[in-house]
């Protein structure tokens, strides 16, 4: 750059010197003389010096930074392109000055809500004076007076009794000038009371009452004045005339409410309106008509005094008062608990023949010898008599009440009534099928303790509270109210035990448990109730066992109920204490998986080790299903549950017909946990099915044996006892005719046993088959699932009686399902499309037109398709100006963020500069205060050594 142009100094001095521009300090007297000579003015010479500097100023040739050259990587000949060549700085100073502009002063006012606009004449023009402005304010003014100005300034001038320009103006009426009218008569003189008359001799057209006709111009011109005064009137008095038919309306319209006032009357008071007496008609018209014109006015008077009665009746009616509150859920558990106190205490009483008159004592006072107590609400017997004379069956419409030897009957309504309450809760409870199980022990014991413990307890616990055959003559006694929350299971077997509780009364007790220790009404209440979940599972485990193991039929049925009545108390208590239940759940849940891995490793196929589920733990895997949501992909409860069920499914060995049951119950299970939203895969399931109706088929011949075998082996179901010694006797000895209903507490405690139980249980596979079919249609793999089953099933078909038996039945409905998902199931093929060519990789040049070519560059800008291009190009330019619209919103931002920092350093320079003046200020009135201190010192010191002279 210094080559022979010089530096950018050398090069600024030359551009002035050339342009004719020196500095006036260094001229010459004599440069200054002959250019004052000169016939150019010196405004002149200014303005061409500013003209000069801004041509320099504005060619930046001497300046390579102000340009910014973008170098192309092909020089064209002739070609311009746009751009190539930039300012960045004078774009930038642009840009300043534009947001100086706009965006500043945005930014200023932003926390102003409102503008004033000075409209005044000249205010915002700056070109003119203040005296200008004034001025010419002034002259406009007076314009607009004098009528000279718009339409508002001629309106007023035709009023104006001013005088303007040396015209005088004067008052006319009806075209004559009042100065003329002499002759007018005057006003009275005012009289003693002050009140001015005018003169009765006077006429209305000399009081100004004139218009009359043919007082203003002929017809044949404009209307004059009275013709349109007259019109006015005319509208007036038609206007008036429909406001009277409108008041007429009205009256008509109040009188017809008023004779309707009656029967309104009637719906607020919710009372008939008396009738009118009517006048007979022996009196004759004559007697009539003098009658009512004698009676007219006081019957007005009396229909008066009516309605004003009726309206002070309406203003003095008492306001309607507002409901009480409804109670809250701590205030209605209260009650509840309350009620039951007092019930048991009442109930107490009565047992040991104390007197039971709550009033009485809480008042203070007895009741007189020989009155009897009023009835109560456990009364059953007839033995008393309220104070009206009434007795139980009148009060409570028990009948006659009963006589002698009828006190066994008297119990069992006794127990029905409690049997019926019981129902009733049941009905509020969840409604499902089969029956609950559980077992007894907790997760921290060890194995052996807790299987022996367990057993023990079942064992132990069932005398105690076995319950009675239904029928049974035995008076129970009456159910206590209160009960305390038991911690343990053992706790409340003492409290079923003791009171003899039977097992439908169960719902009762936990009911009154659960209002009298609610958690709003103690503390601790919470927590037991949460420990309470857990003798509920156990109390259902017990139950399941019980009925399990029960001969009876009736009894065992009694407890299998219980097992239900439960559900609903757990599944409320679960849903207000989810993790104290889930908690109690995994325990029981993981007790049962050690017993299960325990019993598998002393050995599967022994008899004597435990490996299929009981009663009891087929009743817990049932509550857990029903309890928690079994369609969650991971649940703290559902997720073990399905883990154990598939566990006992996979492993656990077909040893006898309660294993095999057990096995169909945990199928059924699964059906009913997946057959909602969830429809997960079990393989488990499937194979367990297959190994149940296998077990149970009469495939007893060997060539049918083989091909069992070979399909199980060709679609890979396990079949580990098929045809082992173990499983021997399981098959039916003959085909069950119809379908049976399964007795499951019979089939797992041993009690049905031989062909009957194998019917029963070919009966429920052929029904799960049935039920899996339908839940796992249209899965992909539906045939490789059904078709194994399909096939055993074909094998006995030739046997079977027919198609209406439950396997032809099955069969059937297997065969149609299956061919609906074959007809569905496409084989995989190739795709069908046409030949892909190699790729090439020779350029593309696009014919722009006019024989011009170009190279594509990949941007899609030689895409056939024009609208593909046009939107290829339309959201380029889309992308483009996002990126200038990010750009220059920070770029405003930058500014605003300089703009801020000036400002405080502006604040901050003030704030120095006034602190420093204060302490200016205060320095200059310290140090005037230490000079006076130096001079009163000075003086003191004199003044002491004068003295002391």
């Not at 109670?327 to 209260?334: G, H």
């Amino acid at each position: 750059m210094a080559g022979s142009s010089g530096s950018q100094l050398a090069q600024l001095k030359r551009q002035v010197k050339d342009s004719g521009i020196n500095d006036r300090r260094q001229e010459s007297a004599a440069a200054k003389k002959r250019k004052r000579g000169a016939q150019a003015s010196e405004q002149d010479t200014a303005a061409a010096r500013r003209a000069a500097l801004a041509r320099i100023k504005d060619d930046r040739r001497f300046n390579p930074f102000d340009e910014k050259v973008t170098k192309q990587k092909h020089e064209v000949l002739g070609r311009k392109v746009k751009g190539a060549v930039g300012r960045p700085g004078l774009a930038k100073q642009g840009g300043l000055a534009q947001r100086a502009a706009t965006l500043l002063p945005e930014y200023q006012n932003r926390n102003r809500s409102s503008t004033f606009i000075d409209r005044r004449f000249g205010e915002s023009d700056a070109t003119m004076t203040p005296e200008e402005r004034m001025l010419e304010r002034f002259t406009r003014e007076k314009q607009k007076g004098a009528g000279s100005g718009g339409g508002k300034g001629k309106k007023a001038a035709l009023f104006s009794l001013n005088d303007e320009e040396g015209q005088e103006e004067e008052l006319t009426h009806f075209g004559r000038s009042l100065s003329g009218m002499g002759n007018l008569p005057m006003l009275g003189d005012i009289d003693e009371d002050g009140a001015g008359q005018i003169d009765s001799y006077t006429t209305g057209a000399d009081h100004f009452g004139g218009f009359e006709e043919g007082a203003g111009e002929s017809s044949s011109g404009p209307k004059t004045k009275a013709e349109v005064m007259r019109e006015v009137m005319a509208k007036s008095k038609m206007h008036k005339m429909e406001r009277q038919q409108m008041r007429d309306a009205d009256d008509e319209l109040r009188a017809q409410l008023d004779d309707e006032l009656g029967d309104i009357r009637g719906l607020l008071m919710q009372a008939p309106v008396p009738p009118k007496p009517q006048p007979g008609a022996a009196d004759g018209e004559a007697s009539t008509f003098a009658a009512g014109a004698v009676a007219g006015p006081s019957a007005e008077k009396k229909k008066a005094a009516e309605y004003d009665s009726f309206v002070r009746e309406l203003a003095f009616e008492r306001r309607a008062k507002p409901q009480e509150r409804l109670k809250t859920e701590e205030e209605l558990a209260e009650e509840e608990a309350e009620e039951l106190r007092k019930a048991e205490k009442s109930r107490l009483k009565r047992m040991r023949g104390e007197v039971d008159d709550s009033d009485d004592e809480e008042s203070g006072r007895g009741r007189p010898r020989g009155e009897k107590r009023a009835a109560q609400g456990d009364d059953l017997d007839d033995d008393f008599v309220d104070g009206e004379g009434q007795t139980a069956a009148d009060i409570y419409g028990l009948g006659s009440g009963l006589g002698e030897g009828e006190d066994d009957q008297g119990e069992e309504d006794d127990d029905d009534d409690d049997e019926e309450e019981s129902e009733e809760e049941q009905d509020e409870a969840l409604e499902v099928d089969g029956y609950g199980e559980a077992m007894e022990g907790g997760g921290d014991d060890s194995e052996e303790e807790g299987e022996t413990r367990t057993a023990s307890a079942i064992k132990s616990a069932k005398p105690a509270a076995k319950p009675k055959a239904a029928g049974t003559a035995a008076k129970a006694p009456a159910l206590p109210f209160t009960f305390p929350c038991p911690s343990a299971h053992k706790d409340f077997l003492n409290i079923l035990s003791t009171h003899s509780v039977d097992p439908s009364q169960v719902p009762l007790v936990i009911k009154r448990i659960r209002a009298l220790h609610h958690p709003s009404l103690a503390e601790d209440n919470k927590f037991k109730l949460q420990a309470f979940i857990g003798v509920l599972l156990d109390h259902a485990l017990y139950e399941a066992r019980a009925a399990s193991v029960e001969e009876d039929q009736e009894s065992s049925h009694a407890h299998s109920s219980c097992v239900d009545s439960l559900l609903a108390p757990l599944f409320e208590l679960s849903t207000a204490y989810p993790r104290a239940a889930a908690h109690h759940f995994v325990t029981k849940i993981s007790l049962m998986e050690r017993n299960l891995t325990r019993g598998l490793s002393r050995g599967a196929i022994n008899p004597e080790n435990r490996t299929s589920p009981g009663a009891a733990e087929l009743a817990l895997l049932r509550l857990a299903g029903l309890i928690w949501p079994t369609s969650d992909l991971n649940h703290p409860v559902t997720t073990p549950l399905m883990l154990l069920e598939a566990h006992y499914l996979a492993h656990c060995r077909i040893r006898s017909h309660s294993d095999l049951a057990a096995s169909l119950f945990l199928t059924s299970l699964v059906v009913q946990q997946q057959a909602g939203e969830a429809k997960r895969m079990v393989p488990e399931v499937i194979n367990a099915v297959t190994n149940a109706v296998l077990l149970l088929l009469p495939i007893n011949k060997r060539k049918t044996r083989a091909q069992a075998m070979e399909i199980c082996r060709r679609y890979a179901v396990p079949t580990p006892d098929f045809g082992e010694r173990h499983a021997e006797g399981l098959n039916v000895s003959s085909l069950p005719e119809d379908g049976r209903r399964a007795d499951l507490f019979g089939l797992l405690s041993g009690r049905v046993t031989g062909s009957d139980a194998a019917q029963d249980l070919l009966c429920v596979a052929l029904s799960l088959v049935v039920s899996l079919s339908t839940l796992y249609e249209g899965t992909a793999a539906y045939i490789e699932l059904f078709e194994p089953v399909r096939a055993i099933l074909a094998l006995v078909a030739d046997s079977d009686k027919g198609a209406a038996s439950p396997i032809g039945m099955t069969l059937t409905h297997l065969e149609t399902k299956l061919r609906v998902a074959q007809s569905s199931r496409r084989p995989i093929t190739l795709h069908a499309h046409r030949a892909v060519p190699l790729a090439s990789f020779i350029p593309k040049f696009d014919d722009g037109g006019r024989g011009s070519r170009r190279y594509d560059n990949g941007r899609g800008s030689s895409d056939p398709d024009a609208e593909r291009a046009q939107a290829a190009k339309l959201r380029a330019l889309v992308r483009k100006e996002k990126k200038g619209a990010v750009r220059e919103l920070r770029r405003d931002a930058q500014f605003l963020a300089q703009h801020r920092a000036e400002e405080r350093r502006e604040e901050a320079k003030e704030y120095n500069r006034k602190i420093g003046k204060i302490t200016a200020a205060l320095g200059e009135e310290r140090s005037e205060e230490k000079r006076r201190e130096r001079e009163k010192e000075r003086m003191t010191r004199r003044r002491k050594e004068g003295g002391g002279k």
